[in-house]
């Protein structure tokens, strides 16, 4: 063994071990503390209630999570509580986008209006099997950035709402942000 290592180590029947002086943290001065922290957050809340079509609900969330202005850095994940509607984000300017959105779901995922046999599950109504597919296709749920206490989103981009079954239903949404909160600042040091 290393002459030099011999104060730092000892020895089992078969292993060498170095014994490593602990380190030391440095401590910031009072006045320098740390004033951000990571931190989460999590909120439900309901969406109005809609029959079958894509809803731009950006604004809606925005109101249900003031919460959302706290938060310098983070992600904020929203999870809808049904099997028979979805979440996604899209065009938030043209309407038409949202009508052709479920134009096309209704062709891709048609519903079997006649009872023909085309799904199994149909004990709910003709559009509850094609809702559950759709929602299979989209999506339970998006993550967005926040950035300085807003929602970093494209500028061309909004949260939809899409329902798939044709009466109304209201839907919950759990929302959960993680992220670094907006600095607190430091109190003023005390003049003695």
Same mark, same amino acid.
């Given at each position: /063994?290393?002459?030099?290592?011999?104060?730092?180590? %000892?020895?089992?029947?078969?292993?060498?071990?170095?014994?490593?002086?602990?380190?030391?943290?440095?401590?910031?001065?009072?006045?320098?503390?740390?004033?951000?922290?990571?931190?989460? %957050?999590?909120?439900?809340?309901? #969406? =109005? +209630?809609?029959?079958?079509?894509?809803?731009?609900? @950006?604004?809606?969330? /925005?109101?249900?999570?003031?919460? !959302? +202005?706290?938060? =310098?850095?983070? #992600?904020?994940?929203? %999870?809808?509580?049904?099997?028979?509607?979805?979440?996604?984000?899209?065009?938030?300017?043209?309407?038409?986008?949202?009508?052709? /959105? @479920? $134009? *096309?779901?209704?062709?891709?995922? !048609?519903? $079997?209006?006649?009872?023909?046999?085309?799904?199994?599950?149909?004990?709910?109504?003709?559009?509850? /099997?094609?809702?559950?597919?759709?929602?299979?296709?989209?999506? +339970?749920?998006?993550? !967005?950035?926040?950035? $300085?206490?807003?929602?970093?989103?494209?500028?061309?981009?909004?949260?939809?709402?899409?329902?798939?079954?044709?009466? =109304?239903?209201?839907?919950? !949404?759990? *929302? @959960?942000?993680?992220?670094?909160?907006?600095? *607190?600042? +430091?109190?003023?040091?005390?003049?003695?």
């Amino acid at each position: /063994m290393n002459p030099l290592l011999e104060p730092f180590a %000892f020895t089992t029947s078969d292993h060498c071990f170095l014994r490593l002086p602990p380190r030391s943290r440095p401590r910031l001065p009072p006045h320098r503390t740390r004033t951000h922290r990571m931190s989460w %957050f999590q909120k439900s809340f309901s #969406l =109005k +209630a809609q029959s079958r079509g894509s809803y731009l609900v @950006t604004d809606e969330v /925005m109101a249900a999570l003031p919460e !959302i +202005a706290e938060f =310098k850095v983070g #992600l904020l994940n929203l %999870f809808i509580k049904h099997t028979s509607c979805a979440l996604s984000l899209n065009e938030n300017w043209d309407s038409d986008v949202r009508l052709d /959105m @479920t $134009d *096309a779901l209704n062709r891709i995922v !048609i519903e $079997d209006k006649k009872r023909q046999g085309i799904y199994r599950h149909d004990a709910e109504g003709s559009d509850d /099997m094609p809702a559950h597919v759709k929602s299979s296709l989209i999506g +339970a749920s998006v993550t !967005i950035p926040i950035s $300085d206490g807003r929602l970093n989103l494209g500028t061309w981009q909004g949260i939809y709402y899409m329902e798939f079954r044709n009466s =109304k239903h209201r839907r919950d !949404i759990v *929302a @959960t942000i993680q992220g670094e909160k907006v600095a *607190a600042s +430091a109190p003023p040091e005390s003049e003695s």
